[in-house]
């Protein structure tokens, strides 16, 4: 079994050193998490309830249809490189059984 020790981080957010700690590090490890923690704890939340929140936690977030070039919103947090779609365009693929993500 893997023996885990405090790490020292930066956020991607705010710059700070933040610590990952060993327990932390055991519970990625046993979720098989790949990636570490980019953000310290104050930025996380302050990421998770931002404005762009919507009632019972959803998120509503700005962005422009990879289809028709309109602005929409939608009730995520967009995927860099993975397309966003209206709900017209969304609706109309999903008519014609075209692939969400394709």
Request: glycine fraction near 10%; charge should be positive; aromatic fraction near 8%.
């Amino acid at each position: 079994m893997a023996e885990f020790q405090d790490r020292t981080l930066k956020c991607v957010d705010c710059g700070a050193d933040f610590t990952f700690t060993a327990g932390e590090q055991q519970f990625y490890h046993e979720k098989d998490f790949k990636n570490e923690p980019k953000r310290c704890k104050s930025c996380k939340l302050r990421r998770h309830s931002g404005p762009e929140r919507i009632g019972a936690g959803r998120v509503e977030t700005s962005a422009v249809c990879s289809q028709c070039g309109r602005e929409t919103t939608v009730p995520f947090r967009p995927t860099q490189g993975r397309p966003v779609f209206c709900r017209q365009c969304f609706q109309g693929r999903k008519a014609t059984g075209v692939a969400a993500g394709a």
